[in-house]
């Protein structure tokens, strides 16, 4: 038996009616994906597929939480996941995809695999871009980053920056003069 069997679904034997199929994708899912944007998680995926003539429609929805990397201090963090989407499956001579919502599968072998499908949703469902909660992030590599940023004061991003520096040393730096006349000039 494969690692990916569970999610084949069997499309010819089916009969003209609604089915429905719910998957747990745990760590040990994406353990198996073995792809680096997510490796932990607990997803809970709801999979209805109708069939209609040789067409058949898959409704997905996913729910849960992985496990991402910040993209400001690179600790773990939970990103839920809600994704609600739908498929066409169509049988053809060869695999391919139409479009990003149409699929044709061989009509010889007459199943498809979801398992792959349903861990390019949940990546689709992330943010391009994953930070903590305001002052969740890890506040030594914080301190460390706000050394190296300018920052602007208006900016909401920047609110986990206002942390106190745990590291001791002291952050004043004093500006070089010619950079504020470089400032104004941008600003006009």
């Not at 719910?22 to 997510?38: A, T």
């Not at 689709?124 to 871009?129: D, G, N, T």
Request: hydrophobic residues 40%; glycine residues 4%; aromatic residues 10%.
């Amino acid at each position: 038996m494969g690692k990916f069997d569970l999610y084949k679904i069997q499309l010819k034997s089916l009969l003209e009616e609604n089915y429905s199929f719910q998957y747990e994708l745990n760590n040990d899912f994406f353990e198996k994906i073995d792809s680096p944007e997510v490796q932990k998680g607990s997803v809970t995926a709801i999979v209805t597929l109708s069939k209609k003539a040789n067409t058949f429609e898959l409704n997905f929805v996913l729910e849960g939480v992985v496990i991402v990397a910040c993209d400001r201090c690179l600790d773990e963090m939970e990103q839920p996941i809600n994704y609600r989407g739908k498929m066409i499956v169509k049988f053809g001579k060869e695999f391919s995809q139409e479009d990003d919502d149409i699929v044709i599968v061989p009509e010889a072998e007459g199943e498809i695999n979801i398992a792959w499908f349903l861990y390019e949703f949940i990546v689709l469902s992330i943010p391009a871009k994953c930070i903590h909660a305001p002052g969740k992030c890890n506040k030594i590599m914080a301190s460390k980053l706000r050394k190296h940023l300018v920052l602007d004061h208006d900016d909401d991003e920047n609110e986990n920056f206002d942390e106190v520096d745990l590291t001791g040393e002291d952050n004043e730096t004093t500006v070089d003069p010619r950079w504020d006349g470089l400032r104004n000039i941008i600003n006009n």
